[in-house]
């Protein structure tokens, strides 16, 4: 198992709006002690109230423990109000913990880690160069010569990997054409000026196929999801509820499919901010599909649809996609009533596959951190080129740290050209 974050994208704000939340309920809401190890939490959308149990093994009876198996904003109220019980004589008594808790953690082999570490940056353009070395340059008739194609996607993705400027990352481009890796070292602009062709969109696509290639026989259980990518531009509309102007950042959504052991990506689609989801499920899952065996395929519940489901089954896998509150079985006997069955009556079986799709969100985190979660590109095409370079050198360190932990040798298949 090569990474199990358990920092997912974003899930640090997710903890403290619960913590938030079930402050306001212990402040506003009765929360009352039903026996010894139960408490009734009064719900601020339905009106009725779960149940949370303390002890051991906390629980709750709210949609969203059932789903996350982690600490919801009902079970922090019940937590607030034993941390600080009113007695009877105006005293207050203060408990330090709500229960103890075991955390799950997960091995690793650090003596492989390490050393894929520390040699990632050399790994990284040797697997590089090999990707790119048959990338075929278009015929030029006249004119000045251009920089072959092979070397600008090369120096395009090394610039994304450093994270450094495009002039400070010059020193990198000298000393990987003193190796070999690079015919000569091309000026910064002209690397901003090939990732702003659209030729170059299908070429980083199907170097992202092939890095995940040798990695086949590891994978065999995938999870689906989106995310996005800041960008400098704004959007501006005029909000004629309260008469003023907003403006937000701009962003490029990437909808991704991603193994769930090493974390490698196996199909990618870029769109604009306000694609939807679920549409784009069939078509990462068949680009996978070409590549990889389907045993399983994990999604959240912007994804449920019954169409979804069959293309899934269409490969031979098995959906995990949650369901939503207001899902009613279907009578004629298709997919959807057979999972929904199985979501119903096998809730817990159901919920360890469908939580294999947590792996994405730490997939996601991984590109972020490591690469950057905004884009520098001005351009539509150069920003969808740019996040296609981060998930291409997020696939390599995946294959490196295969390289050293599982003993891989990478032997990439096909042609980029």
């Known amino acids: 198992m090569l990474c199990k974050n358990e920092i997912t994208d974003g899930i640090t704000n997710g903890i403290e709006v619960r913590q938030q939340r079930g402050l306001a309920i212990a402040a506003r809401c009765k929360v ?10 009064p719900s601020q959308v339905t009106g009725h109230a779960y149940v949370v149990k303390v002890g051991e ?11 996350r198996k982690c600490r919801c904003k009902h079970v922090y109220a019940v937590q607030y109000v034993i941390e600080r019980e009113e007695n009877a004589d105006g005293t207050t008594t203060v408990t330090e913990t709500l229960t103890a808790t075991k955390r ?9 880690y390490n050393k894929a570490q520390q040699n990632e940056k050399a790994e990284f353009q040797s697997l590089l160069f090999d990707l790119c070395k048959d990338i075929e340059t278009p015929f030029q008739a006249m004119g000045r010569k251009r920089l072959p194609l092979a070397d600008a996607v090369f120096s395009a993705t090394f610039k994304i990997y450093s994270t450094f400027s495009g002039r400070r990352f010059t020193t990198d481009l000298s000393e990987a054409q003193e190796k070999g890796y690079i015919s000569r070292t091309p000026h ?12 170059l969109t299908p070429i980083l696509t199907k170097l992202i196929e092939r890095a995940s290639l040798p990695l086949k026989a590891v994978e065999s259980d995938f999870a689906v999801d989106s995310t996005g990518f800041m960008s400098s531009r704004f959007v501006r509309w005029y909000d004629h509820k309260y008469g003023v102007v907003k403006e937000e950042h701009d962003w490029v959504k990437a909808h ?13 689609e870029i769109h604009d901010r306000n694609t939807n989801d679920s549409p784009i499920l069939p078509s990462l899952v068949d680009a996978t599909a070409k590549n990889f065996t389907l045993r399983e395929v994990s999604a959240d519940k912007g994804y449920l649809a019954a169409s979804n489901m069959a293309a899934i089954e269409k490969h031979g896998a098995t959906p995990f996609i949650a369901f939503k509150s207001n899902s009613k079985p279907s009578a004629n006997g ?21 939580h294999k799709r947590s792996n994405i969100e730490s997939t996601m985190n991984m590109v972020k951190s490591k690469f950057g979660d905004a884009v520098r590109s001005k351009t539509d095409v150069a920003m969808k080129n740019e996040v296609l ?6 696939n390599i360190c995946c294959l490196i740290q295969a390289m050293y932990e599982l003993g891989i040798e990478p032997e990439f298949i096909g042609s980029a050209a």
């Open 32 to 41: 009352k002690r039903v026996r010894a190890d139960e408490w009734a939490v």
């Open 57 to 67: 093994n906390f629980s709750c009876t709210c949609p969203d423990h059932e789903l």
């Open 104 to 112: 799950t953690t997960y091995t690793q082999n650090w003596p492989a």
């Open 188 to 199: 910064f602009n002209s690397i901003f000026n090939y990732l702003e062709n659209p030729a």
């Open 256 to 268: 991704v499919m991603c193994g769930v052991k090493t974390n490698v990506i196996t199909a990618v």
């Open 334 to 354: 298709s997919l959807w009533e057979k999972m929904y069955h199985f979501f119903s009556f096998k809730r817990d079986e159901y919920l360890n596959h469908y």
């Open 389 to 394: 370079a981060k998930i291409l050198c997020h």
